[in-house]
């Protein structure tokens, strides 16, 4: 069984440890297609700037020439040419074209053996016309970007977007009319892979609103592909190591939260223990004289833990001392109004060997009956023979607690080999059966040793309180000797410990009664 558990706890964390590795890969992976995607947007609106600012330009000087009148290639014209040529940073060259032919220009004056422009260009629906890389215009081995309208042609060289080239991004990306059907510039980056993955490509476009034409770039190595491959094995690599660590500590910390000490632990923290009240009864009259205060403690993973164990947890765990002070503290409040209201009624208090062995403790607890006004004479405390301490030592408790008015009762008599002496030797007021005796009245041999501890306990003239009475035969056999001996009860027969609201409801009735 322990092997089968052990097992499925290593199942379950191998499935933490791939379920978080994937999570936290995917999570990479959508981060840095993140910070690309942002990069790339970043990218885009500088290079639209950059388009639109020799679009504006070229635009302006055009628009300065067609002013011109009148528009022929006559030395007047072309020194104006010149002028507005001056004026522009981006346009190279401007020039007057007729019949498809250059016949001017104010670099290169008249051109009177021009090449008819033999490339196709391309129309926008602004009216201008455009062309990439066209040669044999000026009589030198060079390539113009051309842009036209009506008469007047204006030219870029020295490619103008070259500074974005050499930055040499990892994405490509390109120029491209609104329309999709022409290219004004394009990047092709050689990192991109030849064919694209099964991992859908980056594409971010960013359109001008002056000009018909948009930037698109474009990544089909997103997120972890961006990498070559041994830094992605190693960022993979590690991702598993972390994943591993966090699984680990994750199980190591469900492991803990789910083991009773770190839940009493948390109980304590969040004050989740609470008192029930068992009432004990005088047989003459079957009426509710006191009650024993019993500590709970149920929990959402264990459900309802046995005092003795986790009593046993708090002395590990060294909250003993807490739960001790804090008990006692708790029963004296919430039964205060009972106590004053009838000072006959009394609570009876288990201890252990802390309370026995703290000097303050008698105190605490006298100035707790001050407090709540109580009477010390209706705290009965509680010593049973499972507290392993000297019989001096009790003793001496136990004389040091009657001197603060309080009463002594000796627990679950009948169960050890000591108890006849604790008669002998301690001062009790009350004398407490065990229900191991009770139980067994039915039987003859134990009936018989019932009745010679009863007799033993009426020549002590101390009250006698019969511990766990379930069944009428158990409660008739006690009351049958009531009339000889000063006899309580207490036990499911009667009732089980019940919470302050039902006991203060069940004295109401008496009281009514």
């Known amino acids: 069984?322990?092997?089968?558990?052990?097992?499925?706890?290593?199942?379950?964390?191998?499935?933490?440890?791939?379920?978080?590795?994937?999570?936290?890969?995917?999570?990479?992976?959508?981060?840095?297609?993140?910070?690309?995607?942002?990069?790339?947007?970043?990218f885009s609106q500088s290079l639209l700037s950059k388009a639109e600012d020799i679009s504006s330009d070229l635009g302006s000087s055009i628009q300065e020439a067609?002013?011109?009148?009148?528009?022929?290639?006559?030395a007047q014209t072309i020194n104006k040419l010149r002028i507005i040529l001056s004026k522009h940073e981006f346009t190279h060259d401007l020039g007057l074209i007729f019949n498809n032919k250059v016949n001017c220009s104010a670099n290169w004056g008249l051109l009177a053996d021009s090449t008819p422009l033999d490339s196709v260009l391309y129309h926008s629906p602004s009216g201008y016309y455009f062309a990439s890389q066209v040669a044999n215009i000026f009589p030198v081995a060079a390539k113009y970007d051309i842009t036209n309208k009506g008469s007047v042609i204006a030219f870029t060289i020295n490619a103008p977007f070259k500074n974005f080239d050499q930055l040499n991004k990892n994405f490509s990306y390109k120029i491209i009319s609104k329309n999709r059907k022409y290219t004004f510039h394009n990047y092709a980056a050689h990192y991109q892979f030849k064919t694209d993955t099964l991992l859908k490509p980056q594409v971010v476009e960013t359109c001008s609103t002056q000009f018909q034409y948009c930037i698109e770039t474009y990544n089909n190595r997103p997120g972890l592909l961006y990498f070559p491959f041994y830094i992605s094995a190693l960022l993979i690599g590690l991702i598993g190591f972390i994943s591993f660590l966090i699984a680990y500590s994750i199980c190591s910390y469900l492991d803990k939260s789910h083991s009773m000490e770190f839940r009493f632990r948390k109980a304590i923290e969040n004050e989740e223990l609470y008192l029930e009240y068992q009432p004990i009864l005088?047989?003459?009259?079957?009426?509710?004289?006191?009650?024993?205060?019993?500590?709970?403690?149920k929990d959402s993973v264990y459900g309802n833990v046995s005092p003795e164990l986790f009593l046993g947890i708090a002395e590990q765990l060294s909250l003993y001392p807490?739960?001790?002070?804090?008990s006692v503290k708790k029963a004296l409040n919430e039964l205060s109004p009972v106590l004053r209201a009838d000072s006959d009624f009394s609570v009876a208090i288990n201890i252990n060997a802390y309370e026995i062995q703290t000097k303050e403790y008698l105190d605490?607890?006298?100035?707790?009956?001050?407090?709540?006004?109580?009477?010390?004479?209706q705290i009965k405390i509680e010593i049973t023979e499972r507290i392993e301490l000297p019989l001096d030592e009790l003793s001496c408790f136990a004389s040091k607690a009657k001197t603060y008015g309080f009463s002594i009762s000796l627990d679950d008599f009948g169960?050890?080999?000591?108890?006849?002496?604790?008669?002998?030797e301690i001062n009790f007021d009350v004398i407490k059966i065990d229900k191991v005796f009770t139980q067994s009245i039915s039987d003859e041999l134990k009936q018989e040793m019932l009745l010679a501890?009863?007799?033993?306990?009426?020549?002590?003239?101390?009250?006698?309180?019969?511990?766990?009475?379930?069944?009428?035969?158990?409660?008739?056999?006690?009351?049958?000797?009531?009339d000889d001996y000063q006899v309580q009860g207490q036990g499911w027969y009667f009732y089980k410990s019940l919470p302050l609201t039902e006991l203060l409801h069940v004295l109401g009735q008496q009281g009514g009664d």
């Open 1 to 42: 069984m322990t092997r089968k558990i052990l097992k499925s706890a290593q199942n379950n964390q191998a499935l933490y440890i791939i379920c978080l590795m994937l999570f936290l890969v995917v999570a990479f992976h959508l981060l840095v297609s993140y910070l690309q995607v942002s990069y790339q947007k970043e």
């Open 66 to 74: 067609s002013a011109l009148s009148p528009l022929e290639c006559d």
């Open 282 to 297: 005088e047989l003459k009259s079957n009426k509710i004289i006191g009650v024993e205060s019993l500590i709970r403690w």
């Open 322 to 326: 807490t739960l001790a002070y804090n």
């Open 364 to 377: 605490y607890l006298y100035d707790l009956c001050t407090e709540n006004k109580i009477k010390p004479q």
């Open 415 to 424: 169960t050890g080999v000591s108890n006849l002496v604790w008669l002998t």
């Open 453 to 482: 501890i009863m007799s033993l306990i009426t020549n002590l003239n101390r009250t006698v309180i019969f511990e766990g009475v379930e069944t009428v035969e158990e409660y008739n056999f006690i009351k049958n000797y009531n």
